[in-house]
């Protein structure tokens, strides 16, 4: 694959994510970071979002995501891609490269422009900054010694993450959530009226794994009240209608509205969505379900007592979570019935939301911009254009 050449002049700022979620979140990055900065010129490889917000888009990597054993039949894809994604980084010399999320990948980028010489850690022009922290707190934590020697700084999300590289050189500073910000739209409210969310994921094979227990559970559960699913594109509406679908089963994209969906309960997987619906307080379960390889393989890696960040962040449960063989039908169905019946389960739900929120907020608004157009204006760089 040849990545295509910018507009003429130079780039400041490199940005690569590689999920729906991520695109959201640099999306809304570059967007703060363009009303204060309005002369940086940005490139990025991620997604639709990006490109609303002003980003030059030369490839769009949420289309190709994968995970578990779907990135091994990719695999000759996603190593095609870290060399050009190098190459083109050594030959434009971006000022800075700002990786969001996506481990798997950004972190072979990084150590890729390590290796070459075109980061700063190594020498070279480019300076390699983080966007929300790998998950080293669940798995992999010795992660964190290659990145303080690879990175320049990192940004993290959940408050507790900068303790984590507390034994390492890297600087690391909490931002805050990008959900908890004043100006965020949240996609999903709380409305004891409203019908039953079910969230398969934004990932095509988890969907295809999950989606069909979801619309199982909610059959199952007897409820009269309407569903809504949403999806981030169109290639998972593409999967999601190849189920057999109730007739009061109904698709939204993420995203096609200002106006959050009223939601009453949810059924999720777990991932970005579970987030918004905890922070709006929408009760109801979490479930996961992958092949048995990738499972076994997560069992090993991963030592966190829940999956769910919400549930992780209040040390509770917040959200039950039913994973691989628990995940089944009637488990889910009691679980939705609960949460459209019990008052008791509502409030206690409603209640850990505003404790979630207190949580995940940052110091100040805008912090995660702000850091950013630091990093752009310090250390060897010099002053970027439009960055004092």
């Not at 207190?358 to 157009?373: F, H």
Request: with cysteine; hydrophobic share 45%; charged share 15%.
């Amino acid at each position: 694959m040849r990545l295509p050449l910018p507009t003429p002049g130079a780039v400041d700022l490199l940005i690569v994510a590689g999920e729906h979620s991520g695109d959201e979140h640099a999306a809304r990055l570059v967007q703060a970071l363009r009303v204060t900065h309005p002369t940086l010129r940005i490139c990025a490889l991620g997604g639709p979002q990006l490109a609303a917000a002003g980003a030059q888009l030369l490839y769009d990597l949420t289309a190709s995501s994968s995970m578990g054993l779907a990135v091994l039949a990719k695999l000759s894809f996603y190593r095609a891609l870290i060399a050009e994604v190098v190459s083109w980084i050594g030959v434009q010399r971006p000022r800075a490269v700002c990786f969001v999320d996506s481990s798997g990948l950004n972190l072979r980028i990084a150590q890729g422009l390590f290796t070459r010489g075109f980061s700063a850690k190594a020498g070279g022009p480019t300076k390699t900054l983080y966007y929300i922290s790998p998950q080293i707190w669940a798995s992999r934590a010795g992660r964190r010694f290659k990145m303080a020697a690879q990175l320049d700084s990192l940004a993290a999300i959940f408050p507790f993450e900068p303790a984590c590289y507390a034994d390492t050189a890297l600087p690391v500073e909490f931002v805050g959530h990008p959900f908890v910000a004043d100006d965020y739209l949240a996609p999903v409210a709380f409305d004891p009226m409203g019908p039953v969310l079910l969230l398969p994921g934004s990932r095509r094979q988890v969907v295809a794994r999950i989606f069909p227990l979801l619309l199982e559970a909610y059959r199952q559960s007897g409820t009269t009240r309407p569903a809504v699913v949403l999806y981030p594109s169109e290639e998972i509406l593409t999967c999601l209608q190849a189920a057999q679908l109730p007739a009061n089963v109904t698709f939204r994209r993420t995203g096609e509205s200002a106006e959050p969906v009223g939601a009453a309960a949810v059924l999720t997987a777990s991932g970005t969505m579970s987030m918004h619906c905890a922070l709006a307080g929408i009760p109801g379960a979490i479930t996961y379900k992958t092949d048995p390889v990738t499972y076994l393989l997560g069992r090993w890696l991963v030592k966190v007592a829940f999956i769910g960040i919400a549930n992780l962040l209040l040390k509770e449960s917040m959200y039950p979570e039913f994973i691989q063989g628990a995940a089944t039908p009637a488990a889910l169905a009691a679980e939705l019935r609960a949460s459209l019946e019990q008052p008791a389960r509502q409030q206690r739900t409603q209640a850990q939301a505003v404790r979630l929120r207190q949580i995940l907020q940052g110091s100040k608004p805008g912090a995660a911009a702000a850091w950013l157009a630091g990093q752009l204006a310090s250390g060897s760089l010099g002053r970027v254009r439009g960055v004092q």
